[in-house]
Structure formats: structure tokens, C-alpha cells
């Protein structure tokens, strides 16, 4: 029976969300269209959610804004700690035009299992309408999201008029109606009034109400003052109950994370326990431990001994790929970090932290994603793919931080999305951009790695997050692949698995010619796609035109320091990597042939420059001869 309500609440709570986005559909054209040509900054009202978006960190990677801003916006003590579900946030955003309505266009990268409908409903939470993305991003396939697509998901938001302006209106908030609104009650939350609410809205009363699941204006004068949020975890170590809070909170946001990752942190846990008991004799005097002595330290019928002599073995298996495999202590980690204070971030996911000495690049992570990356150690080891160096288990066994080695430049990303790149202090490089070859020779290393995952591994693997943020630049700017969490097994059944790094691939030269991102989400003006653009620079006839068309099309910090033949092969094996027939891309060790050909400063270079680069039949010259085995 309790099975039987439980299936109704559920079924209730998806009709009244459909519900609203169907309102949405024609409601919100008119209320959010652009009358208001200049862009400004406002908010949307965001709701903390179970599971995955109840820190600040998942809900600021979701709407592309830093912590600080939220946490400034939301007047918080702080950036840290989990929040009970429920609790309202302001988000800032930049609102303008997008032909002729107004929106907030965010950047996603597309998970596994990610459907438009989903993201608009769940993860945005009606903020958005699944129809609008799906318009928006026409060449995304709908039916056929793949992980290594970056979607514009326009978030809607409205300038307020000069009329608005003259009545005191100086923000107009995007708040989504929930189940038991009215509007005394909305604008008593909002610090306004239910008559500038009907009005901003266009309803005919101010006891007028919307459907549940519809984004509304809220006009006020200045940003409301939310109610305090709740926390659910409290960092207090001497406080027992918070930490069984604690535990329950994250239990509940990683439900349905993978069995091997709870088998690994209750083995993990289970040694914890047992070293509180017995004294485990320490390597050279530091507090970390040798995966292969300290292993020793079990007996038999411990529970992390029969998970190494069953089926799992990850810790013994993974230790072959580790230079000298280490676990190092939580404590160790929270130190060399400052609590994983913002000054240390590394990126969107790594933190820097000194250990011993040696500095290295430590992720946090929850869940299943420790065991994807820790099975994917097993499988890969090569000069182009980031090394883990060990790894450390939180206390409670709910969180765990893996330790790589650390790349002195930082991510790709911060290099040509940047201008100048961010300050990073291992750096001490003056350099503000990336040269031409330097940038081919980061293509050639993501392709050699890219290789050596499609062609040289038992089984054949797929990295599925092929961007220029997962890629790290050493002292040396040579490229290392990073963030192997949705990397999967390329089957017999699924030949074609390895086009989905191919295309990505595409992008990235794409974003080393141009220097900018992918998919741009841009303030007045259409979204930017640079498969799209490069088609229309390579489609002229004209040789002389082509090159002239190109070289503006190019970064410009690149000034002329190129060779205008080698420009346009890259470009022309970037639109071949991005053909929407994926049997027609070519292979990773076609990629990586020419690019190694196409460095060397040879004659042999100067005969296969022209292999890429498109005719005046618009055709692409792939090379079936091209191969490297």
C-alpha cells in the first residue's frame, strides 16, 4: 500500500511538472519576450534539490557562477557545508536578448542519461522549457544526447522597462511557482507587492495565482533577503549528532551511486577502524602508507582483505599504475589545502595541495565516481593521460580525494578562453597566450592519448569528455588528459563508441584555431557554433578567398605566426571530425599520423599540409593511406 502512494505522489508531482512547462509554453513567449535591447544582470531563483544540487559547488558548476558570487548574493557565512532540500538561492545571471526573447544562456555539458526534457524540468527546474532548448540547439540530437556535447540551455529572465525603471522596479527575478503559492505569500517572500507582481506578469488582478512548475517576474528594488537556509551537515568535530546528520544528508544526495564504490569505502572505512585498534608501522616517518605494505596488515577475514581476494581487487590492481601508491590521510589533504579553500582550486574539480614536498592536483569526489576513475587506472597508462598517485578516504567513508600527478600550467581552458590567463602560482611563465606551435602540439598530444585509449588498451576504451577543460598543461606545455569519470569500454557491439571522441576532438582543434569556446552562449546576438562557422569559412571555392576568410576567422592573438597551408589542413581535418555522419570521421590514428607530420618543420610537411583541406568540389581530403599502426 505504502508502495501503491508512493507511485501516485510520484506520478502526481511529474503531471503537475509537465503541467507547468506546457503553461510555460505560450505564457512565457510574451512575458519574457525582449523589449529591452540593453543586457543587464539579475537573478533566478533556484531551489536546492536531492539529489546532486544541495552544495554550492554542483549548483554553481550548473549555472556557470562562481560560489562567491552566490554566497555574496545570498548573504551566507559561508561556501561550505549541505543544505536541507528545499531551500530558495538567488543566482546571478546575465539576462539579454536571443532574437526576440530574452534569456539567460548558460552552458551545459550533457551527462549520461540526460534528456532535454530532464534538464528543464529536474535539473533547472522549470527555469527553462525543454522546447526552447531543443530550439536552440539544433545540432543536437534530442533522442541522441552524447556526454561530449555542450548544450545553450536559455534560462528565462527579463530587463526591466525605463516605465519599470520610473516605478521603482530596478530587478525583475525569475522566481518558478510552486505547489501552494499565492501571490500575498510570493511577494511578502520577495519583499514587493502582489499589484507590481499582476503587473509585471500581465494578469488581470493581484489575487490572480499561476500554474504550479511557471516562472513568474518578481519586481523589486533591490534584491530580496531570503529567509536563512538550513544546513543539513554541520563541520563541527566535536559534535557526534552533526556528523550522523551528516552522513544521512550525503547519503541521501549519492543514492544510486555504483555498488563497487560502497564495497571500496566500506573496505576502506573497515581499515580505518582497524588501525584505531592496531598500530600500523608508518613508511619513512610521514603519515601516508604503501598500498602494498599496509595491505599486509590484514588478516584473512578482514573486509577489505575479501574484497581484495574477490572479484573487485581494485586497490591491488590499481596500484601496478601508480609510481609509488600511497594512501595518504584526510587530515594531510585538508591541510595542504587550507579546507579546500578557494585560493587553491585548480579548475572546476582539482585542488592544489603540498604533500611532502611534492605538490600535486587532489579531486574530491562522492559516489560512484571514485570507482569509475580508480577502475579506469587499471586500463591506461600513458605520457598523455594524468597519473593517479594515490588516493584518501574520508573519515565517514562517504567522500573520498584522488590524488594526481600535478600539471604546472593548469587546465587548457584557462589558456585560450582567458586573455591573459589566470594566475597560477607554480607558474612562472610571462607568456599570456599560447603560440601556434605550441597548440599543435597539444592537438598531437590529446590524439596520441586519445590513440592509445581507441587502439591499445584491452578493451578498447572511450574517454566521453574530450574539452579543454579536462585537458592539463605541464611546465613544458605538453598535454596530459584528465577526468576519466565517464570513460567506458568501446564494445564489439559499438564500433562506432569511438566517434564520440573523434567529434570532440573536432571541437577542440576548432577551439585552438579560434581560441574561443565550442558553443558560445552570446549576450544579443545568436548562439556561436564553431562546427557551423568553419563550414562556411571552408565552403568558398576560392583558394585565395578561403585563406583570407580564415585567417579572420582565427584567433587573434595568434597575430601571423602561422603557415596559412598548415591553418587551413587543421581546420579541414577539425570539420571532418565533426561530420554529423559518424561512419565518415576519420580515426584517431589518421589524426594522429598527420598532426605528427604536420609539426615537423619538413618538406614532408609541406606535401601533407594540403591532405585536410577541402576542394572546390567540397569535398575533404582524408587520406585512406594516412595510417598509423
Known amino acids: 500500500m505504502e508502495h501503491s ?125 525543454f522546447g526552447l532548448v531543443e530550439e536552440l540547439n539544433p545540432a543536437a540530437e534530442p533522442t541522441r544526447l552524447q556526454p561530449w556535447q555542450e548544450v545553450v540551455v536559455p534560462l528565462f529572465c ?68 531570503l529567509p536563512p537556509p538550513r544546513y543539513g551537515a554541520v563541520a563541527a ?50 603519515p601516508k602508507l604503501s598500498w602494498t605494505k599496509s595491505l599486509k596488515a590484514f588478516d584473512s577475514n578482514s573486509s577489505i582483505a575479501r574484497m581484495i581476494n574477490g572479484g573487485d581487487k581494485i586497490l591491488t590492481s590499481v596500484s ?29 574539480s582539482y585542488y592544489r595541495a603540498k604533500l611532502d614536498g611534492q605538490v600535486f592536483a587532489v579531486k574530491p569526489t562522492k559516489g560512484g565516481n571514485v570507482s569509475g576513475e580508480l577502475r579506469m587506472m587499471q586500463v591506461v597508462n600513458h605520457a598523455n593521460l594524468i597519473k593517479l598517485a594515490g588516493i584518501s578516504i574520508g573519515v565517514d567513508g562517504d567522500y573520498a580525494f584522488l590524488v594526481y600527478e600535478f600539471a604546472e600550467k593548469g587546465s587548457l581552458d584557462k589558456w585560450l578562453y582567458q586573455k591573459p590567463p589566470c594566475a597560477l602560482p607554480s607558474s612562472s611563465s610571462s607568456v599570456t597566450t599560447l603560440s601556434w606551435e605550441q597548440r599543435l602540439g597539444i592537438a598531437l598530444d590529446v590524439a596520441n592519448g586519445l590513440l592509445y585509449m581507441h587502439e591499445h588498451t584491452q578493451p578498447s576504451m572511450v574517454h566521453g569528455d574530450v574539452r579543454a577543460q579536462n585537458i592539463l598543461l605541464t611546465a613544458g606545455c605538453r598535454a596530459k588528459l584528465s577526468n576519466f569519470s565517464q570513460a567506458k569500454p568501446a ?22 584555431l579560434s581560441g574561443r569556446r565550442a558553443v558560445e552562449a552570446r549576450v544579443g546576438a545568436e548562439i556561436g557554433l564553431l562546427w557551423t562557422e568553419i563550414r562556411a569559412v571552408l565552403d568558398d571555392a ?17 597575430g601571423g605566426e602561422y603557415n596559412i597551408d598548415a591553418a587551413l ?54 587520406g585512406n593511406a594516412v595510417a598509423a599502426r
Request: glycine content about 8%; some cysteine.
Open 5 to 129: 502512494h508512493l507511485c501516485f505522489l510520484v506520478f502526481v508531482l511529474a503531471v503537475h511538472l509537465a503541467g507547468g512547462q506546457a503553461a510555460t509554453d505560450a505564457a512565457a513567449r510574451a512575458r519574457f519576450a525582449c523589449n529591452v535591447s540593453t543586457p543587464c544582470d539579475t537573478f533566478v531563483v533556484y531551489r536546492t534539490q536531492s539529489p546532486g544540487f544541495l552544495d554550492l559547488g554542483n549548483i554553481s558548476d550548473l549555472f556557470g557562477v562562481s560560489r562567491a558570487l552566490i554566497t555574496s548574493a545570498n548573504r551566507l557565512d559561508t561556501e561550505d557545508g549541505v543544505l536541507m532540500p528545499g531551500q530558495p538561492l538567488l543566482v546571478p545571471v546575465k539576462c539579454g536578448c536571443t532574437g526576440a526573447r530574452s534569456f539567460a544562456n548558460v552552458t551545459y555539458p550533457i551527462r549520461p542519461r540526460d534528456t532535454f526534457f530532464g534538464l528543464a524540468v529536474t535539473a533547472f527546474e522549470n527555469l527553462t522549457d
Open 158 to 225: 527579463r530587463c526591466p522597462t525605463r516605465e519599470e525603471l520610473s516605478a521603482g522596479s530596478r530587478l525583475l527575478v525569475t522566481y518558478v511557482w510552486q505547489p501552494g503559492d499565492d501571490v500575498s505569500t510570493v511577494s511578502m517572500l520577495m519583499n514587493t507587492s502582489a499589484a507590481s507582481i499582476a503587473a509585471a506578469n500581465g494578469v488581470a488582478g493581484k489575487d490572480s495565482t499561476f500554474a504550479t512548475g511557471q516562472p513568474v517576474l518578481i519586481p523589486v528594488s533591490q534584491p530580496p533577503r
Open 237 to 286: 568535530a566535536d559534535s557526534g549528532v552533526s556528523k550522523r546528520r551528516r552522513g544521512i544528508i550525503v547519503a541521501a544526495s549519492i543514492a544510486g551511486a555504483f555498488v563497487a564504490c560502497a564495497a571500496l569505502c566500506t573496505a576502506i572505512l573497515a581499515y580505518r577502524r582497524y588501525r584505531k585498534k592496531a598500530s600500523v608501522p608508518r613508511l619513512g616517518g610521514t
Open 320 to 348: 601496478q599504475f601508480i609510481d609509488k601508491p600511497i594512501i595518504f590521510r584526510e587530515e594531510e589533504i585538508m591541510e595542504a589545502t587550507m579546507n579546500l579553500d578557494e585560493q587553491f582550486r585548480l579548475g572546476s
Open 491 to 512: 564494445t564489439d557491439a559499438d564500433a562506432a563508441a569511438t566517434s564520440i571522441d573523434t567529434f570532440a576532438f573536432g571541437l577542440l582543434l576548432l577551439e585552438l
Open 542 to 558: 576560392g583558394g585565395d578567398r578561403r585563406a583570407a576568410k580564415l585567417r579572420k576567422w582565427m584567433d587573434p592573438a595568434l
Open 569 to 622: 589542413s587543421l581546420a579541414g581535418m577539425a570539420r571532418a571530425c565533426t561530420e554529423k555522419d559518424a561512419a565518415r570521421r576519420p580515426k584517431m590514428a589518421e589524426i594522429a599520423f598527420s598532426l605528427s607530420v604536420l609539426g615537423q618543420p619538413l618538406s614532408v610537411a609541406d606535401a601533407l599540409e594540403k591532405l585536410w583541406q577541402p576542394t572546390s568540389e567540397d569535398n575533404i581530403g582524408i
